[in-house]
């Protein structure tokens, strides 16, 4: 891959190291730690299945599951908002501008692969998700947020129980 990959992938893994100690300085303020809540392990299963898939990697990893922070972060953020929680308030707005990164550096590094194959992205993105994400996409989607990362409706919404009627 050229270097920029690996720029970008490093970065990410610098940002995300800041959210993860964002998070548990959250959970130390309402005296909870990190490991103290049931949490899914949708991140850590997409890496294991798509150990020997690239691609797929790509296509599960930010272009599904770090896409689905840009849907949700937003409702959280005007949750702890509502709740007069000022510093998780800023830790998530912080994680959510960030984000935007991240699922556009899946986006750009996947659509790369896909054109040094000659591969249309679309049907590969759908092909690929269908084999390694459960279940369906669920809407609402953040499309704005989306669109910004390089990843456009006709991507995620055909993966939807709406788009597969």
């Known amino acids: 891959m050229p270097?920029?990959?690996?720029?970008?992938?490093?970065?990410?893994?610098?940002?995300?190291?800041?959210?993860?100690?964002?998070?548990?300085?959250?959970l130390e303020n309402h005296g909870s730690?990190?490991?103290?809540?049931p949490a899914h392990a949708g991140m850590w299963r997409a890496a294991e299945d798509t150990i020997d898939d690239f691609q797929g990697r790509l296509a599960v990893v930010p272009m599904v599951l770090e896409a689905r922070g840009l849907?949700?972060?937003?409702?959280?953020?005007?949750?702890?908002?509502?709740?007069g929680d000022t510093k998780?308030?800023?830790?998530?707005?912080?994680?959510?501008?960030e984000e935007v990164g991240h699922v556009a550096y899946g986006s750009k590094w996947f659509n790369y692969?896909?054109?040094?194959?000659?591969?249309?992205?679309k049907p590969v993105f759908h092909e690929l998700v269908k084999k390694y994400f459960k279940?369906?996409?669920?809407?609402?989607?953040?499309?704005?947020?989306?669109a910004e990362a390089g990843l456009p409706p006709d991507?995620?919404?055909p993966l939807t129980d709406q788009g597969k009627n």
């Open 3 to 26: 270097l920029g990959y690996y720029d970008d992938w490093v970065k990410a893994a610098d940002e995300e190291s800041k959210h993860f100690n964002l998070m548990c300085d959250c």
């Open 33 to 37: 730690f990190y490991g103290a809540l």
């Open 71 to 83: 849907d949700v972060t937003p409702g959280m953020i005007e949750i702890f908002r509502k709740a």
């Open 88 to 97: 998780a308030v800023a830790a998530l707005e912080v994680i959510y501008a």
């Open 113 to 121: 692969l896909c054109g040094r194959e000659a591969s249309d992205p």
């Open 135 to 146: 279940g369906s996409l669920k809407p609402p989607f953040n499309e704005e947020k989306r």
């Open 155 to 157: 991507f995620y919404w």
